[in-house]
C-alpha cells in the first residue's frame, strides 16, 4: 500500500530530514516538516543561535554559515547535514503552514512537544475528508548520532507499514512489535482530515 | 480509440455528454487496473469542469462500476459519486441506495470511501434541508427524499460504528458519529450570523428537523460512543479505537462543553489502571493527559465542577510535575503550556508573547474570565500596539493616590470570584511596626517624590517606634546576608550586585529602604531560578499588565512567587531552607509578602474592608512587590541594560526580565517612580566594550583561584567559571582561558576538578533535552577542552603522573578524539615521536591502565577501551605489545564480561596469521604488505623471512598469553600448525616451550594431547618434550602418550619424550620400533632409555638394550637386519656406557639363549675388535659354541669359524675340541687355519689327547683330504636325498616353484596324516621334514632333545594341545626316521655309495671348494633365523614350521647345486638360497592364497638386498 509520509520535528533539520532521507531514499512518499516557530541551528555559542525563516533554503544556510566559521560549522557537523538536506529538498517546511500538501497517511514525530504540535494542528484544521491520519512520535534526542538511529527506526517502522493494506487493524500489533524489539516507546494517536 | 479519447478528453474542457460516456465506458471495459483508474481519474476531472446540468445517463454507467472487479476502482467510483451527490442533490434518491449497498463491500477502503462521502453529503444535505425549511414551509419533494435517503445511511454507517469489524471502517464510522452528534447540537462559539451551519438556526422552526429531536439524537449517539469506553465494553477494544474514542470525545468535549459533564467522568474513570492494562497504555495516558488539559482550558459552566478530578488525574498520569503545571495554569490562570518552546524563543516577536498573556487572561482566568472580557481586550489592545511605546505616559500621570485608588478599584475584580469564608489573617498578623515597614517601603518606592512624606512620616512618629521600625528593618538585611551565603551562585550574583550598587548609587535615605524591599527579592530570584519559563511569563504579565493596572498584575506576581516558593518547598530544593526562614520573619515583617496564604488574603478579603489602614497596607504591599520587581530588574540593567543578560546566569530567566527592566527604566522616568538614581547608571557600552568587560570578569574570577581557595570557597568558583564559561558568547573563547589557567599549574590550580567540573557542565549541557544547536555547541567544547586539557597533561607531565587517567576516569563522557589519544599512547605508530620519545614505554604504560580503569569502571566505552589494549597487543614492538599482553591475559582475561571478546580477537589473530603469511608466501607482495608491517621500507624482501617470524610473533603471542589462562584454547594452536608456514611455524616452536612449562600438563592439555589433529605431530612432539623436560611427566601423561602411539600415532618418536618413565616391559615393546629408526633418532632414544628418571636409574641398562636388540627378529618385526646391526654399531660406539664389563655380560647371557640370536656371533666378533682384553672370555664362549654345537647353526658357524680365526692361536684350543667332521669343515672354510692348527695339534702332549679322527682331519694321521670333504659335502647334501627318497615326484616340483614344493609336501604330508587340517599338515610336514633333517645330519637325537625343547615350550603356551600332539606325532616320525636315517648314514658312512649321492657327489665337485662353502653358510644362515625366531617367540610352537622352511632351504640349496645349466656366480646362488630362506614366512599364507605372490615378489626383491649386503659383510 502506498502511504504517504510525512517526518515531523522542530525544526525540519537534523531528525526529520535524517528520516526524510532516508525514506526518500527506499523509495517512500515522504515529506518532513517542523513545528517550531523559526529554524534555528546551533552559533558560536548557546546563546547566539543561526535562526532562520522556515522557507530558507538549506543551500542559503550552508552557504552562510560555511562564510562564518567554516571550521566550526564542520565541527559540529552542521555543515554536513546541510549538506544532506539541501540534496533532500530546497528549504525546511513549517507543519502549521503547509496544510495544503496534502493528505497524509502517517506522520512520524521525534519529539513529544512536536506530536503535541501535530495533533493540535491537525485538530484545529477541520476535519471534512473522515480521511484517518496515523500521528506516531518517536522520542530521538536532537543530536547527529541519536538522529541517524531515529531515522533508521523511522524507516522500519514506516516500512512495516508500507506493508500492510490498512493500518488500522495491525498498528497495535505494529507498535508493540516495534516497542519489544527496539526498546523503544512509541506512542500513536489517531487524528483525522 | 480508446487512448484517442482520453487524449481529447485530457486537453481539452468542453466535453460532450458523448465523451463522458465514452470515458466512463472504456473505464468500464478496461480489464486492468491502472488504465481503469486513469479513466476514472479523467472522467472525475471532466466532472468537476462540468458545470452545466448532469448528464443522467452517466450515472447507470457509474452504478455498474460501483460493482466493479477492483475495490480500487469501486473507491474511486464512490469518491466520484459523492462528489455528484453533493452538486446535484437530486440525484441522491438514486444514489444513496447503493452507497447503503456498498456499505457491505469486502474492500474496507470502499467503505471508507463511502462514509467518508456519505459525511459530506449528509452534512450538506442538512444543510440545505434546514435552510429551505426556515425560508419555506413547503419542502422540495426531492431535497426531502433525499434527507429521507441521508437518513437511512446515516443509520447504517452509525450501526457500523457500534459493532466489531474492521478498525478503518469502524473508526471512520465512529468519527461519523462524532460529525452527527457535533452537526445535531449548537456550536456555541458561533454566533448567529455566521457563515457556518449551525444546529441553532432551527430554533427559528422548521417543518420536519425539531432542534430538541436532533439533540436527544445526538445526546443518544454520544451516550453509545461513551458505553464503548465504559467499563465493560472498553476491554474488547483495540487501542487504536480507544485512542480514537479518547480523541473523539475530547473533541465534542472541547466544541460542545455542555456535554462536559457527561464524558469527563466517562474519561475519568478510564484512568484506572486495570483497564488500562490492557490498551497501549502509553499511547491512551497520552490521549488522557491531553484531554485532560484541554479540558481544564475549557470555560463553560459544565466543566467546572470537573477540574479538581482533572488536577488529580493529570496528577496520577503525569506525577507532580504536570500537575503543578495544571495548578498553575489554574489558579495562576498562566494558560498557556509554557514548554521550552517559549523559553527558546527569547527573541520572538513581542506579539507572540503579548497574544499568549492574552489569551492567558482570556481564557483561563478564574475569576475574571466573565467580567474580564472587554477589559481584556483593551489590555490586549495596549498589548498589542506595543508596551514600550505607551508605558511611560500610562504610568506616569498617577499619583500615591491614584495608585491606592487602583488597588481598590482592582481588588473587587480579584475577589470577585472568592467562595471561601473570608480570612482575617493579613489583618491580623499586622502589628504597627510592620505597617510602618510597610509605609516606608512604599514611601521609598516612589522615589524622591515621596521624601516629603517620609520625613513628613518620621517625623511623626515616636523615636521609639522608629527605632523598632529601623530594628525590624535590619532583620531583613540580616536575612539578606544569610541568604547570599546560602543561596546558589546564581542568586549570590544577583544579591551582590543588587547589594552593592544600592549602596553606592542610591541616597542614603534611600538605601535602607532598598534593603528592606530587596528583601523582597529571594521569592522572586526563586523563581527566576528553577522555575524560568514561569517567571518569564510571569514576568511579561506584570509588564503587560503594568500599563493599566500596576497593582493587579503585582498581586499576581506575589500569588507566583508564594506558589513558586511553595513548590520549591515541595521539592525540597536547595533553596528551601533561606526561604523558608525568610518567609517565617516576613511573615511578622512585611505582611504583603506572605506565603502562598497570602493569595487569600488578597482575592478574599472583602470588599467592605475597611480603605484605612487595610487599603494602605494593600496599596503599599503591592507596591512593595511592584517595586521590588523593578528595583531587582532595574539595578540589574543598571549595570548595563540591554546585555543584562550575560550577567545573569540564566539567560531565559533575563530574558523576559529584561523586558520588565526595560519597562522599569522607563518607569523610573514617571514622576511617582521616578529614582533618579537608578536611572543614572545605565550606560550605553558597544559590544566591544562589554566583551571586554565580561573578558575581564572572567579572568578576575579565574585569577582569584588564590582568595577563594583560602576562604574555601573554591567550588562555588569552579561552578561559576563552568557556568560563565557555558553563557559566554564564544567570540571570548572563555574555554581557552580556563585552559590556560588550569594548565599553567595544574596541581596547585585546583586544574582536575576544575576541568571535571566544566566537562559535567558542558556534557550537562549537551545532553539536557535541550535543541539541537545547544547541544553540538556544548558537545564540541567539551570534546575540544578534554582534548586539550588530555594533550597538555600528556606534553606537560611524565607518563608515571596519574593525572591524566584520573581525568579520564571522572570524564562524564569521552569522544572519539580522545579515546584515539588514547590510542596513541597504546599503541603508538611505528614511525611515530617513539623512537624520539625514549621512556615510550612508560607512556605504553600509563595508557593502557587507564585503558584498563576505564574497561572496569565505563561500561558505555568498554568495547572501544578493549579494542585499544587489543590492538595494542599485537603492536609491531615487542616491548609495547608485551606489556598489552600483560594487561590483556592477566586482568582482563579474567573479566567474564569481555573473555569472549578477547578470546575471539587473538582467535582472528591466529587464523589471520596462517592465512595471510601463507598467502603470501604464495609470492603476492600486496598482500605481504597487508600482513606484515615493514619495520622499515627497505630491505623488505631479505628480511622477508625474518620479518615474517616476527609478524608471526606479533600475532600469536596474545594467542598464547590466553592459552595460559584458559589452556582449552591451545587446541588452535594445533589445528592451524598444519597449515601454517615455516615462520609461523618457526614462531609458534619459540614460544611452545615458554608457554607449555607455563601451562603443566593439565586435563586440558591431555584432552588436547589425546586426540592432536593431524599434522601438527612435530609441534605435539615439542610439547610433549617440553612437558617431560621441566619435570616427572605425570602418569596421565604417559597414560594419553601411550595410548596416542598405540592407536593413533605410529611414529615412535612420539613417546621419547616419556621413555625414561616408561616401565621396563612398555619400553622392551616399543625397543624394535626404536631400533628402526634412523640412527640419530635411535641414539637420542637410546640415552633417554639409558637416562632414566634422575630418581630411580635407568628404565633399561645397557646390556639390557644389548640383549633386547639381540632378541629383534628382522622377520617377526618387520626391521631389516640393517637397523638392528646399526643398532648393535651405535651401542658399541658408545663406550663409555657399553663398556667391556656390560658386553662380556651381554655376551654371557647370549650364549645361554637358545636358540642363539641370530646376530650373536657378529656381536662377538665385534667385542673382540672393540675390547681385544675380552679374548679369554670369548674363549669360553666360544668353547660353549662348540658344546653348543655352534656348527648347526649354519651362519653362527661362520662367525664362529672367523671368531676362532681371529682369536688364534688362543682359539686352536677350542678348534681341536670340534668334532672331526666340523673340524674339517672349518678347516676347509679357513684353510689359513689348517697348517697352524696342525702345527698346534702336533705338539706331541696335544696330539696324544686329540682323537685320531680329529687328527685324521688335520692331516696328522693318514687320510684324504678328499674324501672326507666329500664326505661332509654327502652328509650335508643328504637332507635332500631323504627328501627325494620319499617321493620322486615331490623332489622334481621342488625344482620347479618353492610354493609347489610346499605344496607337494603337504600333499606328501596327507598321506600320512589325512585327518589333520591343511595347516597344521603343513606345519607337521614340516617338523617332519626338519626332523628328517635333523636324522640326516647323524645328530639325530641332539637335535630332537632340541626340537623337544622347543616342543616343550610350546606345549606350555597357549597353543591347542592339539598342536602339541601334532608336533609329537610328527616327533615321532622324526624318531622314525631317525632310525632308518642312522641305518643309511652307517651304510654311507662306510661304503658312499647311495645312489643320490652318486648323483649330488659330482655335482658337487663340479662346483668349486668355496661355492659349496658358501652355500653351506648361506644355508645354516637362513636356518638361524627361523630358530632364532622360534626362540624368542617362546610362546608359539612356530619352530616347526619355521624348521620346514628351513629344510626347504637346503633342498632348494641342494637343487640349485644340482642344476645341470652352467651354475652361476656363488653370489647368485647364495641370495637366491636366501631367498628362499626369506620367503618361508610367506610360503604360509601362500598356501592360504596364492594370488599374493606378486606383492612378495617386491618383499622378496628387498629382503634380497639386503641378504646381499649382510653377505657382503660376512665375507
Given at each position: ?6 517526518m ?29 516557530s ?69 506522520v ?7 506530536f503535541d ?57 505494529i ?19 | ?58 450515472l447507470p ?76 414551509s ?154 485532560f ?12 465542577p ?31 503550556i ?123 512618629i ?27 551562585d ?57 500599563v ?80 521590588s ?21 540564566k ?11 526595560s ?14 538614581k ?8 558597544s ?22 581557595s ?58 539536557a ?24 597533561l ?33 599503541c ?37 577501551c ?14 609495547i ?30 587464523f ?26 627497505e ?18 603471542s ?7 589462562k ?19 611455524k ?12 607455563t ?71 616399543v ?14 632414544a ?59 655380560s ?13 646376530l ?50 688362543q ?53 684324504s683330504?678328499?674324501?672326507?670333504t ?47 587340517t ?113 626362540r ?66 617386491s ?17
Open positions: 500500500m502506498r502511504f504517504r509520509y510525512a515531523v520535528c522542530s525544526s525540519n533539520q537534523n531528525r526529520s530530514m535524517e528520516a526524510h532521507f532516508l525514506l526518500k531514499r527506499q523509495g517512500l512518499d515522504v515529506a518532513s516538516y517542523g513545528t517550531g523559526h529554524v534555528k541551528l546551533p552559533g558560536p555559542s548557546a546563546r547566539e543561535p543561526n535562526v532562520y525563516d522556515f522557507g530558507t533554503p538549506y543551500k542559503q544556510m550552508f552557504d552562510e554559515l560555511r562564510r562564518k566559521d567554516p571550521e566550526l560549522y564542520k565541527r559540529n557537523g552542521i555543515l554536513q547535514m546541510l549538506k544532506r538536506n539541501l540534496n533532500v529538498k530546497l528549504a525546511p517546511q513549517r507543519w502549521q503552514d503547509n496544510a495544503g500538501d496534502g493528505v497524509f497517511d502517517v512520524m514525530t521525534f519529539e513529544e512537544k512536536v504540535s501535530v495533533l493540535e494542528d491537525l485538530n484545529n484544521r477541520e476535519q471534512s475528508l473522515m480521511k484517518t491520519i496515523l500521528v506516531m512520535n518517536l522520542e530521538v534526542k536532537d543530536n547527529h548520532e541519536e538522529a541517524a538511529i531515529g531515522g533508521r527506526l523511522a524507516l522500519e517502522l514506516c516500512q512495516e507499514i508500507e506493508g500492510n493494506e490498512t493500518w488500522e487493524d495491525t498498528i497495535d500489533d507498535v508493540a512489535g516495534f516497542e519489544k524489539q527496539q526498546r523503544r516507546k512509541l506512542v500513536y494517536s489517531i487524528s483525522f482530515y | 480509440m480508446v487512448g484517442a479519447i482520453m487524449a481529447a478528453s485530457s486537453y481539452s474542457y468542453s466535453y460532450s455528454r458523448e465523451k463522458l460516456q465514452g470515458l466512463a465506458r472504456s473505464a468500464k471495459s478496461a480489464t486492468d487496473l491502472p488504465p481503469k483508474l486513469h479513466r476514472l481519474r479523467n472522467l472525475r476531472r471532466n466532472l468537476q469542469g462540468e458545470a452545466s446540468v448532469f448528464p443522467a445517463e452517466l454507467l457509474l452504478f455498474d462500476l460501483l460493482s466493479d472487479q477492483f475495490g480500487a476502482a469501486r473507491k474511486f467510483v464512490a469518491q466520484i459519486l459523492g462528489e455528484v451527490g453533493l452538486n446535484y442533490v437530486e440525484l441522491l434518491p438514486e444514489i444513496v441506495p447503493l452507497f447503503i449497498k456498498s456499505l457491505q463491500d469486502d474492500t474496507p477502503a470502499v467503505v471508507r470511501q463511502v462514509i467518508a462521502s456519505a459525511s459530506a453529503l449528509f452534512r450538506s444535505t442538512l444543510h440545505k434541508f434546514a435552510l429551505q425549511g426556515l425560508h419555506s413547503e419542502l422540495d419533494e426531492l431535497l426531502q427524499s433525499s434527507w429521507t435517503w441521508m437518513l437511512k445511511l446515516k443509520d447504517e454507517i452509525c450501526s457500523l460504528a457500534f459493532k466489531q469489524g474492521n478498525s478503518g471502517v469502524k473508526l471512520c464510522a465512529m468519527k461519523f458519529v462524532e460529525a452527527l452528534i457535533l452537526l445535531y447540537t449548537p456550536d456555541p462559539s458561533l454566533s448567529l450570523d455566521s457563515q457556518d451551519f449551525n444546529i441553532s438556526i432551527l430554533r427559528g422552526g422548521h417543518p420536519v428537523l425539531n432542534i430538541g429531536d436532533l439533540s436527544i439524537e445526538a445526546s443518544q449517539k454520544l451516550g453509545s460512543l461513551l458505553d464503548q469506553l465504559r467499563h465493560p465494553a472498553a476491554k474488547s477494544l483495540n487501542s487504536s479505537t480507544i485512542i480514537f474514542l479518547i480523541n473523539s470525545l475530547s473533541s465534542v468535549a472541547k466544541k460542545r462543553p455542555a456535554y462536559c459533564g457527561r464524558i469527563l467522568p466517562v474519561l475519568l474513570s478510564l484512568d484506572a489502571p486495570s483497564f488500562l492494562k490492557g490498551v497501549h497504555a502509553a499511547a491512551a495516558n497520552l490521549a488522557l493527559k491531553t484531554v488539559l484541554s479540558c481544564l482550558e475549557c470555560t463553560h459552566p459544565a466543566a467546572a470537573w477540574k479538581d478530578r482533572l488536577i488529580g488525574a493529570l496528577k496520577e498520569i503525569e506525577g507532580g510535575s504536570q500537575a503543578e503545571k495544571a495548578e498553575d495554569l489554574f489558579y495562576t490562570t498562566n494558560g498557556s509554557q514548554d521550552k518552546d517559549c523559553v527558546e524563543d527569547t527573541k520572538v516577536s513581542v506579539e507572540e508573547n503579548s497574544l499568549r498573556a492574552n489569551s492567558v487572561v482570556a481564557e483561563s482566568n478564574f475569576g475574571r474570565k466573565r467580567s474580564g472580557s472587554e477589559y481584556n481586550i483593551d489590555l490586549n489592545g495596549d498589548a498589542l500596539t506595543g508596551k514600550r511605546s505607551r508605558i511611560t505616559p500610562s504610568v506616569s500621570g498617577e499619583s500615591t493616590e491614584g495608585l491606592n485608588g487602583n488597588s481598590v478599584g482592582s481588588l473587587p475584580l480579584v475577589t470577585s470570584a472568592s467562595t471561601g469564608p473570608s480570612n482575617s489573617r493579613g489583618v491580623s498578623d499586622t502589628g504597627p511596626v510592620q505597617q510602618l515597614v510597610a509605609m516606608f517601603g512604599a514611601l521609598v518606592a516612589q522615589g524622591e517624590k515621596a521624601i516629603g512624606s517620609l520625613e513628613i512620616l518620621i517625623s511623626s515616636s523615636a521609639d517606634l522608629l527605632a523598632d521600625v529601623v530594628m525590624a528593618n535590619m532583620h531583613n538585611i540580616l536575612l539578606n546576608g544569610s541568604s547570599y551565603a546560602d543561596g546558589t546564581e542568586l549570590v550574583m544577583n544579591m551582590s550586585i543588587v547589594g552593592s550598587d544600592a549602596q553606592i548609587k542610591y541616597p542614603p535615605s534611600f538605601v535602607a529602604g532598598v534593603l528592606s524591599l530587596s528583601t523582597a527579592f529571594p521569592p522572586v530570584a526563586a523563581l527566576i531560578n528553577p522555575h524560568t519559563p514561569k517567571t518569564e511569563n510571569e514576568g511579561e504579565e506584570l509588564c503587560v499588565n503594568h493599566d493596572q500596576p497593582i493587579f498584575p503585582a498581586v499576581d506576581a506575589v500569588i507566583a512567587s508564594g506558589l513558586s516558593a511553595s513548590s520549591v518547598n515541595e521539592e525540597g530544593n536547595i533553596e528551601l531552607p533561606p526561604n523558608v526562614d525568610y518567609r517565617g520573619n516576613i511573615e511578622s515583617g512585611i505582611p504583603g509578602l506572605d506565603s502562598s496564604a497570602q493569595r487569600y488574603v488578597l482575592s478574599e478579603a472583602p470588599v467592605t474592608s475597611v480603605l484605612g489602614s487595610k487599603n494602605v497596607e494593600a496599596a503599599s504591599k503591592n507596591q512593595d512587590t511592584s517595586a520587581g523593578e528595583l531587582l530588574l532595574a539595578v540589574i540593567p543598571s549595570v548595563s541594560v540591554d546585555k543584562s543578560e550575560e550577567f545573569s546566569p539567560a531565559t530567566g533575563i530574558g523576559s526580565n529584561s523586558l520588565v527592566s519597562t522599569a527604566t522607563s518607569l523610573a522616568s514617571a514622576p511617582q517612580f521616578l529614582l533618579p537608578i536611572s543614572a547608571p545605565v550606560v550605553n557600552l559590544d566591544e566594550e562589554k566583551d571586554s568587560l565580561q573578558k575581564l570578569v572572567f579572568l578576575r574570577i579565574v585569577e582569584a583561584y588564590k582568595q577563594v583560602m576562604s574555601g570557597g573554591s567550588q562555588l568558583r569552579f561552578s561559576l567559571l563552568a557556568h560563565l564559561g557555558v553563557e559566554f558568547p564564544s567570540e571570548l573563547d572563555p574555554w581557552k582561558m580556563l585552559q590556560e589557567h588550569i594548565l599553567s599549574d595544574y596541581l596547585s590550580h585546583e586544574g582536575h576538578e576544575l576541568t571535571v567540573r566544566v566537562l559535567y557542565r558542558l556534557y550537562g549541557e549537551a545532553e533535552e535541550q535543541d539541537f544547536f545547544s547541544s553540538t555547541t556544548a558537545a564540541s567544547a567539551y570534546e575540544s577542552f578534554l582534548v586539550a586539557v588530555a594533550e597538555a600528556r606534553d606537560s607531565f611524565p607518563p608515571s603522573d596519574k593525572s591524566l587517567s584520573k581525568l579520564l576516569g571522572d570524564s562524564p563522557f569521552l569522544p572519539k578524539s580522545v579515546l584515539k589519544l588514547l590510542e596513541s599512547f597504546c603508538p605508530e611505528s614511525g611515530d615521536k617513539v623512537e624520539k620519545d625514549l621512556p615510550s614505554g612508560d607512556r605504553v604504560t600509563q595508557g593502557l591502565s587507564a585503558v584498563w580503569s576505564l574497561i572496569l569502571t565505563r561500561p558505555g566505552i568498554r568495547n572501544d578493549l579494542k585499544i589494549a587489543l590492538q595494542s597487543a599485537v603492536h609491531p614492538l615487542e616491548e605489545r608485551m606489556k598489552a599482553i600483560r594487561l590483556v591475559a592477566n586482568k582482563l582475561y579474567s573479566l567474564s564480561f569481555i573473555t569472549q571478546q578477547i578470546e575471539e580477537f587473538a582467535k582472528d589473530k591466529l589471520s596469521v596462517v592465512s595471510c603469511i601463507s598467502s603470501e608466501r604464495g609470492g603476492a607482495e600486496t598482500l605481504s604488505k597487508d600482513c606484515v608491517k615493514p619495520v622499515s621500507g630491505g623488505m624482501d631479505s628480511s622477508l623471512e625474518a620479518t615474517s617470524v616476527t609478524e608471526a610473533q606479533r600475532c600469536l596474545l594467542y598464547f598469553a590466553l592459552c595460559t584458559k589452556h582449552a584454547l591451545f587446541v588452535h594452536v594445533f589445528s592451524i600448525y598444519k597449515d601454517a608456514s615455516d615462520p609461523v618457526q614462531a609458534i616452536h619459540r614460544q611452545i616451550p615458554i608457554l607449555v612449562r601451562m603443566g600438563s593439565s586435563s586440558e592439555l591431555l584432552k588436547i594431547i589425546a586426540d592432536p589433529p593431524n599434522g601438527s605431530e612435530n609441534l605435539l612432539m615439542q610439547v610433549l618434550q617440553t612437558l617431560t623436560e621441566a619435570a616427572k611427566p605425570s602418569s596421565e601423561l604417559i597414560h594419553t602418550i601411550r595410548k596416542l602411539f598405540d592407536t593413533r600415532i605410529k611414529d615412535v618418536e612420539i613417546i621419547f619424550p616419556i621413555l625414561p618413565f616408561m616401565t621396563r616391559d612398555d619400553v622392551l615393546r625397543f624394535p620400533h626404536m631400533v628402526n629408526l634412523p640412527m640419530e633418532k635411535f641414539q637420542v637410546l640415552s633417554r632409555v639409558l637416562q632414566g628418571p634422575s630418581q630411580s636409574g635407568p628404565v633399561l641398562s645397557p646390556s639390557e638394550v644389548l640383549i633386547a636388540i639381540h632378541s629383534i627378529d628382522p622377520a617377526r618385526d618387520g626391521i631389516p637386519l640393517k637397523q638392528i646391526t646399526d643398532a648393535c654399531n651405535t651401542c658399541f660406539a658408545q663406550r663409555q656406557t657399553f663398556t667391556q664389563q656390560v658386553l662380556a651381554v655376551l654371557n647371557q647370549l650364549v645361554q639363549q637358545i636358540p642363539l640370536p641370530m650373536f656371533m657378529r656381536t662377538v666378533l665385534q667385542a673382540i675388535g672393540a675390547f681385544p682384553a675380552l679374548s679369554d672370555f670369548i674363549l669360553e664362549i666360544l668353547s660353549r659354541l662348540v658344546s653348543k654345537q655352534i656348527w648347526k647353526y649354519p651362519k653362527l658357524w661362520v662367525g664362529f669359524l672367523k671368531c676362532a680365526q681371529s682369536t688364534q692361536p682359539s686352536y684350543k677350542v678348534l681341536l675340541q670340534l668334532p672331526p667332521t666340523q673340524l674339517g669343515n672349518a678347516l676347509t672354510k679357513i684353510s689359513s687355519l689348517r697348517a697352524p692348527l696342525a702345527a698346534h695339534a702336533s705338539q706331541p702332549d696335544i696330539q696324544s689327547s686329540l682323537p685320531r679322527s680329529t687328527l685324521a682331519v688335520l692331516g696328522l694321521v693318514p687320510d683330504q678328499g674324501t672326507q666329500s664326505q661332509v659335502q654327502a652328509s650335508e647334501t643328504q637332507e635332500s636325498q631323504v627328501q627325494a627318497s620319499e617321493t620322486q615326484e615331490s623332489q622334481v616340483q621342488a625344482n620347479e616353484t618353492q610354493e609347489s614344493q610346499v605344496q607337494a609336501s603337504g600333499t606328501q604330508e596327507s598321506q600320512v596324516q589325512a585327518s589333520e591343511q595347516e597344521r599338515q603343513v606345519q607337521a610336514s614340516e617338523t617332519q621334514e626338519s626332523q628328517v633333517q635333523a636324522s640326516e645330519t647323524q645328530e639325530s637325537q641332539v637335535q630332537a632333545s632340541g626340537t623337544q625343547e622347543s616342543q616343550v615350550q610350546a606345549s606350555g603356551t597357549q597353543e591347542s594341545q592339539v598342536q602339541a600332539s601334532e608336533t609329537q606325532e610328527s616327533q615321532m616320525q622324526a624318531s622314525e626316521t631317525q632310525e632308518c636315517q642312522g641305518k643309511q648314514q652307517a651304510s654311507e658312512s662306510q661304503e658312499q655309495t647311495s645312489p643320490s649321492q652318486q648323483v649330488s657327489v659330482p655335482l658337487s665337485h663340479s662346483e668349486t671348494d668355496h661355492n659349496q662353502e658358501t652355500s653351506q653358510v648361506v644355508a645354516s644362515h637362513s636356518q638361524s633365523s627361523p630358530i632364532a625366531t622360534g624368542s617367540e617362546t610362546s608359539q610352537s612356530q619352530s616347526s614350521p619355521i624348521g620346514a622352511g628351513q629344510s626347504e632351504v637346503s633342498q632348494t640349496t641342494q637343487v640349485s647345486d644340482s642344476d645341470p645349466p652352467p651354475a652361476p656366480t656363488s653370489h647368485t646362488q647364495t641370495s637366491d638360497s636366501q631367498v628362499s630362506g626369506q620367503r618361508q614366512p610367506d610360503n604360509e599364507k601362500m598356501e592360504e592364497d596364492t594370488a599374493t605372490s606378486e606383492n612378495e615378489r618383499e622378496v626383491d628387498k629382503s634380497k638386498e639386503s641378504s646381499a649386503e649382510e653377505e657382503e659383510e660376512e665375507e
